[in-house]
């Protein structure tokens, strides 16, 4: 019998909220696109359905500095990149 890891639980949490995702996405452009042409005022799709992960999207984290190293350190380690 095979046995998870907790890195691999948290892929697998991950890869689930991101097909979620999709088929929302998918939903809200097919509820966009009928009712655009009925609409007074023409609305930014994300305004017309908001979803929750539109939030997490504008989250994204910029690295610089230290931060920036860490990162590259640590996937040079994870892929035994010798630069």
Do not use: H
């Amino acid at each position: 019998m095979d046995y998870i890891n907790d890195s691999e639980i948290q892929l697998l949490i991950q890869n689930i909220k991101y097909s979620d995702k999709k088929e929302l996405e998918r939903t809200r452009l097919l509820m966009y696109c009928i009712s655009t042409p009925y609409m007074k005022f023409k609305k930014n799709i994300k305004d017309f359905f908001p979803l929750e992960t539109d939030k997490e999207e504008d989250k994204t984290e910029i690295l610089e500095g230290e931060k920036l190293e860490q990162t590259r350190e640590i996937i040079k380690k994870a892929f035994n990149i010798k630069n």
